[in-house]
């Protein structure tokens, strides 16, 4: 792997192992930080919301409140047949009901939907893609259907509603369009309407200056979990596990596939293949302009961050109602300034409820192991797991002192697709599956419990936790080709997940049989404990003890 082990990246930055503070000095904190005031150590306890389940549906309160602008799930991961790009895959909107008309969903006009790549391990940005998008009507006089007839094309006469995009990439502090007023596919109002959505979201896929692609649309919602666990993990009757929630659910997506070199430091993924990626929304405000200065043209517009998404599952679980929001306004270089959370990476609460309700012993403290794989990504000299694999410090070109502990879902570019997935990612000896990024049909629910529990560290699954949430692939298939997400449903969800015809109303080219990844994700899923113990390839996590 390339940078891995070099000796002089010994003097990495390290996460100070915090301890409790009294909760008046915590207040203090909290009061300085004001509506900065959240994350640092909650990508550890990323790992906890393995029994949580949301990925990140409505999970604050503000934002449960404001779907467009919500972001419900990042994934990151190298293209599995464009082995020399990277595809993003945002989504937007959680529980979109198929049949939500008469307005069904749409991308917010004051909204900005940002995918943000962090090459050099500052928590900050080095790339910015940004989507904006407008809304027109045909004719909103005389009609109140979405569309008025079957939609065949994007300019069809019959699509009464309709959305176009800017798309603007930004780095090094300059800005440019690469794309301005193209089409985004429209929500998917039926079978009657819409037969053929696959067409649609061929044509609402657009090449880059560059190389590359992006697709904006609706989408078959990709999590797959069991969020029965809100109702006190599951009654502590492990027997209710097994139904999959967000079945039947759609999404509104962003795509973008880019030329690796487009991400990396420098430009150069061979000797810096390692990316951190997070998902953001922007409310536009507006900024009453002193009618004082002679300069002032009125109010201007301003953006401020409404939603933050990294890695899965972090704010339902880690963070505390009270922050909650806060987190959303966040930069993931403010992470390691927030110090209540922090000391919850350490100290994490989810293992001390599994064992108060299934008598499953938490590991001992402080959990180093949770905050290497979230705030600073993993490598021989950042922690406990003796393995280098995706922490920025691998860059050849970083420089060492500017690297902070972030909250990011992190991307060593340099490994390369599996010919055989496992579903359980790295802890299956898969290295190119979640944490390091985060496919598909990775099962992070699955994962993320495991990790909670110490299995990154000791290599060892907790066997009585093995099933997870027995939720193991998505529903429908998966695509093998960009934008890889299945084409959203038609029936209503109240038929239940496993009516008849559910699948099949989304045949097409690009999902009717199962993708070669969903195939070994169900494969694995049967293969058993023995089966995902971790050590494949030379990633062998260093074994602590069995502690099961």
């Given amino acids: 792997m390339p940078g891995s082990g070099s000796a002089d990246r010994r003097n990495a930055v390290k996460v100070p192992q915090t301890r409790p503070r009294s909760r008046r000095v915590l207040d203090q904190s909290l009061l300085v930080l004001g509506a900065t005031t959240l994350a640092a150590g909650l990508g550890a306890m990323t790992l906890a919301p393995g029994l949580s389940a949301a990925s990140s549906h409505r999970e604050a309160p503000l934002i449960a409140g404001d779907p467009r602008a919500d972001n419900t799930d990042v994934y990151a991961f190298t293209s599995p047949d464009k082995a020399d790009t990277v595809t993003m895959v945002a989504n937007w909107i959680p529980m979109e009901e198929p049949n939500g008309g008469p307005n069904f969903y749409a991308f917010g006009d004051d909204l900005r939907y940002n995918i943000k790549i962090d090459n050099s391990g500052d928590g900050v940005a080095d790339v910015t893609y940004s989507w904006r998008f407008r809304s027109s009507y045909r004719d909103d006089a005389n009609q109140f259907l979405y569309n008025t007839g079957q939609v065949t094309s994007l300019n069809d006469p019959d699509l009464n509603f309709r959305q176009v995009y800017d798309l603007v990439v930004t780095t090094g502090g300059k800005s440019r369009t690469l794309l301005s007023g193209v089409p985004a596919a429209p929500s998917r109002t039926g079978q009657a309407s819409m037969p053929d959505y696959a067409a649609l979201r061929k044509q609402a896929t657009f090449g880059l200056p560059g190389g590359g692609k992006t697709y904006t649309g609706q989408a078959e919602d990709p999590f797959f979990a069991d969020l029965r666990v809100f109702d006190l993990l599951y009654g502590g009757d492990l027997s209710e596990r097994g139904q999959d929630t967000l079945a039947g659910y759609n999404v509104n997506t962003i795509a973008i596939q880019v030329p690796k070199k487009q991400l990396a430091l420098k430009g150069n993924a061979s000797r810096n293949p390692v990316v951190g990626v997070w998902s953001t929304t922007d409310r536009a405000g507006v900024t ?86 979230y705030l600073t990504g993993i490598c021989k000299v950042c922690g406990p797991i003796k393995a280098d694999l995706n922490a920025h410090r691998l860059n050849k070109d970083a420089t060492l002192r500017k690297i902070v502990p972030a909250e990011e879902l992190r991307l060593n570019m340099a ?76 029936k209503n969800v109240n038929r239940g997940p496993g009516a008849a015809g559910r699948s099949a109303e989304q045949a097409s080219t690009e999902n009717t049989a199962a993708s070669p990844v969903t195939k070994t994700t169900q494969a694995a899923a049967l293969a058993g404990v023995g089966a995902l113990l971790l050590g494949v390839g030379g990633f062998r996590l260093r074994r602590r003890g069995k502690n099961s």
């Fill in 288 to 373: 009453v302009a002193d009618s004082r200065d002679q300069k002032g043209k009125g109010g201007a517009k301003q953006w401020k961050q409404v939603s933050r998404l990294g890695n899965p599952l972090v704010n339902e679980v880690v963070v505390p109602l009270r922050f909650k929001d806060a987190f959303n306004t966040l930069n993931p270089s403010q992470d390691r300034t927030v110090q209540p959370v922090v000391d919850k990476v350490y100290d994490p609460i989810l293992p001390k409820l599994i064992q108060q309700v299934y008598g499953i012993p938490a590991p001992a403290t402080p959990r180093n192991d949770l905050a290497e794989i």
């Fill in 415 to 490: 490994v390369p697709p599996t010919a055989r997935p496992q579903r359980l990612g790295v802890l299956a000896g898969d290295l190119a599956g979640f944490p390091n990024g985060r496919r598909l049909a990775d099962d992070v629910v699955d994962i993320s419990l495991q990790a909670v529990e110490g299995a990154a560290q000791t290599g060892v699954l907790v066997p009585e936790l093995a099933d997870g949430d027995k939720v193991d692939a998505n529903e429908v298939p998966f695509g093998t080709s960009f934008p890889y997400v299945a084409l959203p449903h038609t």
